[in-house]
């Protein structure tokens, strides 16, 4: 069945989305079209504004609309620990657990595997931050996959070099997971990271 044009090329914008398929796209715009006028002007404003006023914080890397952003420039926060993780997501997430330390954002998509990513790093922010001697630990919290391995062993020797502690996520079983499902890596971290209680 064919489409209005415009709600065709809605659907095939709103694919483009991450964790969009077909059926989610079609009624969303759907959706959208039900809309009072207002309302999707105000949406599509939304997007707009979003693309001319984020950008990453010049310290950080944290997505923002003002430099530094509000992380960095909180004084409450320990400044002798930073997290550095992929994407701001993981800033997200990670401030949910209250952690109160400050960031470090990659915000870059690496597939290291295909030598994609190292040389694009932008590391000059954090090496900054680390010659001043004020930061003593670094967390990594990077994606526990290949690359995120690779990554977190490169910026762990980085790290290293400014005499840091470097220290990463624990790694094991989910909390109501089966350990007859969880893979062998998953397990060996698991058996690794154990804690006595």
């Known amino acids: 069945m064919r489409l209005a044009r415009p709600l065709e090329n809605l659907i095939d914008q709103l694919l483009k989305l991450p964790g969009i398929g077909p059926k ?13 006028e ?45 997290c550095i993780g992929e994407e701001s997501s993981d800033v997200i997430a990670i401030e949910r657990t209250g952690f109160r330390g400050q960031y470090f954002v990659l915000n870059k998509d690496f597939n290291l595997m295909e030598d994609k990513g190292l040389e694009d790093l932008n590391l000059k922010p954090l090496e900054d931050r680390l010659a001043t001697g004020e930061i003593k630990e670094v967390v990594l919290a990077l994606n526990p996959d290949m690359d995120g391995e690779v990554m977190s ?4 020797t980085v790290a290293g070099s400014f005499g840091v502690k470097v220290t990463r996520l624990a790694h094991g079983l989910p909390v109501g997971g089966d350990i007859e499902f969880a893979d062998e890596i998953t397990l060996r971290r698991a058996l690794e990271g154990r804690k006595e209680l």
């Open 24 to 36: 989610t796209a079609q009624r969303l715009a759907l959706y959208i079209l039900k809309l009072p």
């Open 38 to 82: 207002m309302e999707a002007r105000q949406l599509a404003q939304a997007i707009v504004d979003c693309r001319q006023k984020v950008f990453p914080c010049s310290r950080c890397g944290y997505l923002t609309d003002f430099d530094p952003c509000l992380i960095c420039s909180d004084e409450s926060r320990d400044k002798s620990l930073i």
């Open 153 to 156: 062993r490169f910026l762990a």
